[in-house]
């Protein structure tokens, strides 16, 4: 089983950068790529971006191309997330998660398999 756990949250006003880190334990974390995801009240969990664990390729939505950066650091597990020019609507809990390696429908939610607790961010304009 792959533990996931999110921090950086926070508070940043629009135009802001924010730094996510999904620290990554347990199981064989090198069989799992990883999924980044944000909900926002009242609307569906939305996807962000998917980067693999085998040669870091990372696959980001329409919404946070150019904006978003992600990466792995494989000395210690972890998947940073570094958001800049964020804007209000990028306001909700960051979750990330964990799905076995190349799988295709990387942009569903149901289908990782591990989650982690989630972080706030807020972007006040």
């Known amino acids: 089983q792959v533990r996931l756990v999110e921090s950086g949250g926070g508070r940043v006003q629009a135009g802001g950068s924010l730094r996510l880190s999904c620290a990554t334990s347990g199981g064989t974390v090198s069989r799992y790529d990883v999924g980044w995801f944000r909900q926002a009240p009242g609307k569906e969990r939305e996807f962000v971006v998917h980067?693999?664990?085998?040669?870091?390729?990372?696959y980001f939505a329409d919404s946070v191309q150019g904006r978003f950066a992600v990466s792995w650091d494989y000395a210690q597990n972890t998947v940073n997330l570094q958001m800049n020019s964020l804007k209000p609507d990028d306001t909700a809990v960051y979750y990330c998660?964990?799905?076995?390696?190349?799988?295709?429908?990387?942009?569903?939610?149901?289908?990782?398999?591990?989650w982690g607790q989630g972080t706030r961010v807020t972007v006040s304009s």
């Open positions: 998660a964990a799905q076995r390696n190349g799988q295709k429908n990387y942009q569903d939610a149901y289908a990782y398999d591990y």
């Open positions: 980067i693999t664990y085998i040669g870091g390729s990372a």
